[in-house]
């Protein structure tokens, strides 16, 4: 059975890989995932904040050398991340040469700003390719919906021009018209779109009278509105597409390229579940291929898109209005 596929112009044995996580901190477990067999490694992002965090106190420090040891209070306190900048790069070069794999970074960032310097210094440090994670919150109630589109655009667009390695823009499916939006990503060169972040959602503790950050793994659920979109997009862009969020099982991953996914990320199930759910996946995902007569993934790949299917009204409005009344006491 041939489970190959192309991603981001990697040329990959089979399209399963763990996605943006805190499992490539620890090279052990980074080795675990290559023995599973992970097609690749993908890992978590850099943040934008943290690059202008360091650059700020360089540059703090440097003005106040001569002062009073109490000038360092004027320093904010540290967000507690595990890999700062430099770190982060020390960790690509250490993961290149602990696997075989290609590795592929990430950025999550939200202006064309001076972090963007980083995007070069993470190929130079060995990255395959680069993820963008363009994760962002408009809460300016004047910012337009086209101000919020045309940053990341640029944003997207100043670190294409920085690197040669592939890049691909992880998004969001929270942009008022996400295919046009999409489509004019893939203009500006992206090499990937991968679908989607994942928003976590605040709690408040009413006691307390704060907001208490909490982490909800994702499970199947998750997957449905994924599947929606690559199935928009299979066939309508040129970049290569990947999904992220929602795939736990086998038939995750068979619905997942059957939309249009050149690559699976999962997350969530190997926390749960630990690296070697992956070739479990990969194991389940071949033997049902074989048991319905499919040869390779790539004849499999898109065909329930809406390019390619009988019925693409059922993706489109027409499928709203038949959930609705499906329901029965």
Do not use: C
């Amino acid at each position: 059975m041939d489970l190959s596929t192309t991603y981001l112009g990697l040329e990959l044995p089979h399209p399963l890989m763990p996605g943006a996580s805190p499992l490539v901190d620890d090279l052990g477990m980074v080795r675990r995932l290559e023995d599973a067999g992970a097609a690749a490694i993908v890992m978590h992002s850099l943040f934008e904040e943290q690059i202008l965090a360091e650059q700020r106190d360089a540059l703090l420090f440097e003005s106040f050398g001569n002062s009073h040891a109490e000038a360092l209070s004027y320093a904010p306190e540290p967000l507690g991340f595990v890999l700062g900048p430099d770190e982060y790069l020390e960790q690509i070069q250490r993961i290149r040469r602990a696997v075989a794999v290609p590795v592929i970074a990430s950025l999550n960032g939200t202006t064309p700003n001076s972090w963007i310097e980083y995007a070069r210094l993470i190929e130079q440090a060995g990255a395959h390719a680069l993820e963008l994670n363009v994760y962002d919150v408009p809460t300016d109630s004047l910012e337009s919906s086209e101000g919020v589109e045309r940053r990341a655009l640029e944003t997207a667009a100043a670190v294409k021009r920085s690197v040669s390695i592939p890049v691909a823009v992880k998004l969001s499916p929270y942009y008022s018209a996400f295919a046009s939006f999409a489509r004019r990503l893939d203009e500006t060169g992206a090499d990937g779109l991968v679908v989607f972040n994942r928003f976590y959602q605040p709690d408040i503790d009413v006691e307390a009278l704060d907001v208490v950050p909490r982490v909800r793994l994702s499970d199947s659920g998750d997957l449905l509105l994924r599947l929606r979109w690559l199935a928009i997009l299979s066939g309508r862009v040129r970049a290569s597409l990947a999904v992220t969020g929602g795939v736990h099982t086998a038939m995750d991953a068979v619905k997942a390229v059957m939309a249009g996914a050149h690559a699976v990320q999962m997350v969530s199930a190997l926390l749960r579940l630990g690296p070697e759910h992956l070739r479990r996946v990969r194991e389940e995902m071949e033997s049902w291929m074989e048991e319905h007569a499919y040869e390779s993934l790539r004849q499999m790949q898109g065909s329930m898109s809406i390019a390619r299917s009988p019925n693409p009204a059922a993706l489109e409005r027409s499928n709203y209005m038949r959930v609705l009344q499906s329901w029965r006491p």
